[in-house]
């Protein structure tokens, strides 16, 4: 199975070790949006997509990415982030992606988050918030999704 992960992880690198336990499971290449040629995705039978999240969203670059994906072929996707808080219930990033990747001919077959050290302000006031984050329990889960998706 040739699989890719698309990740951005700019602030912490909070996602990119989320991203690495994937690809330690499904034995997946991680690139950055600007490492990879849309038309490289053409040969691989599942494409996860990650970021932390900005402003109530996936980041641009990431978003970007997607938005100028061509759409010609079906194929399989899996979406995940960190993020400092949950995701709230009117701002449902993940639903919005993988409805997006839809729209590009994605096949979504499953979504994955979790907490991850925030230092946005105002939280950098106080020492930023979820400080261990992602810890042991949340890259246990990580790897646990990742075999689910091998199944
Ligand atoms: C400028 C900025 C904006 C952020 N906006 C949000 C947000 O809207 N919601 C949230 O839950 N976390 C927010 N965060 C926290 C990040 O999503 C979190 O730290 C994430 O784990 C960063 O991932 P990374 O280290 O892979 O880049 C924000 C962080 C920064 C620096």
């Not at 290449?29 to 932390?52: K, M, N, Q, T, Y």
């Not at 701002?91 to 590009?104: D, F, Q, V």
């Not at 001919?105 to 302000?121: E, L, Y």
Request: proline fraction near 6%; charged fraction near 25%; charge should be positive.
């Amino acid at each position: 199975m040739k699989v890719v992960i698309v990740c951005v992880s700019v602030s912490h690198g909070n996602t990119e070790r989320v991203a690495e336990v994937m690809a330690g499971v499904l034995g997946a290449r991680v690139v950055s949006p600007e490492e990879i040629e849309p038309a490289d995705l053409d040969s691989c039978d599942l494409v996860g997509f990650g970021s932390g999240i900005f402003g109530m969203d996936f980041h641009p670059r990431l978003l970007r990415f997607v938005e100028e994906l061509p759409g010609e072929q079906r194929r399989k996707a899996f979406v995940f982030t960190t993020s400092g808080l949950p995701e709230p219930p009117f701002r449902r990033y993940l639903r919005r992606l993988a409805r997006l990747l839809g729209h590009k001919g994605f096949d979504v077959v499953g979504t994955f988050s979790c907490r991850g050290f925030d230092t946005w302000f105002p939280f950098r006031l106080v020492g930023g918030i979820g400080k261990n984050r992602p810890g042991t329990a949340d890259l246990d889960a990580a790897r646990r999704f990742a075999e689910r998706l091998t199944a």
